[in-house]
């Protein structure tokens, strides 16, 4: 069977399900407005390292995002790697339009952007990269600061829900 043959096999839901068995973790990409200064973000479950030399992570946008050319602009942003109680803000976050930060707390990065209470860990970063992958961007990021969160357990994403790993004791 040729490689169009299976690619016409291959429905966009098939294949959505199909890659939803593989379970990621979840991270809120988090910037400040540089118009406004108010904090922006958005979710993302396509989250990985890169490089440790130099320090690179990648994750990827898609190309109908209204909040990465805003995040992508302020010139820094923090990849915060969500802990299992963030559900809520990872939802909010992900959301469409509106003040994705009304009634969340943050701190400042090095560089001033939002550090997300409970989370696992955090990366404040710049753009180091992009590629063009279809429906979707691969960002490669430059890791300038990071550091470790209050969040104990990662939250993760597997079959289009959210949920928690834990290692055995």
């Not at 069977?1 to 690619?7: G, K, L, N, R, V």
């Not at 320090?55 to 010139?75: D, E, K, Q």
């Not at 952007?113 to 490669?140: N, T």
């Amino acid at each position: 069977m040729s490689d169009q043959a299976i690619e016409d096999l291959l429905d966009q839901r098939q294949l959505r399900d199909i890659l939803g068995r593989f379970a990621t973790g979840v991270v809120a990409i988090t910037g400040r407005d540089p118009r406004t200064g108010r904090p922006v973000g958005l979710a993302v479950n396509s989250f990985t390292s890169v490089s440790l030399d130099p320090p690179l992570v990648g994750f990827c946008v898609a190309h109908t995002s209204t909040s990465w050319p805003v995040v992508r602009t302020s010139g820094r942003y923090c990849l915060n790697i969500l802990g299992d109680d963030q559900r809520k803000v990872s939802a909010q976050v992900a959301s469409k339009g509106g003040d994705k930060f009304r009634g969340l707390d943050w701190s400042g990065s090095p560089g001033g952007m939002p550090v997300l209470p409970g989370s696992v860990a955090w990366l404040e970063c710049s753009l180091y990269a992009e590629h063009l992958a279809g429906d979707h961007v691969i960002v490669v990021a430059r890791v300038h600061h990071a550091g470790l969160g209050e969040g104990q357990r990662p939250l993760v994403f597997y079959g289009s829900q959210y949920g928690t790993f834990s290692t055995p004791a």
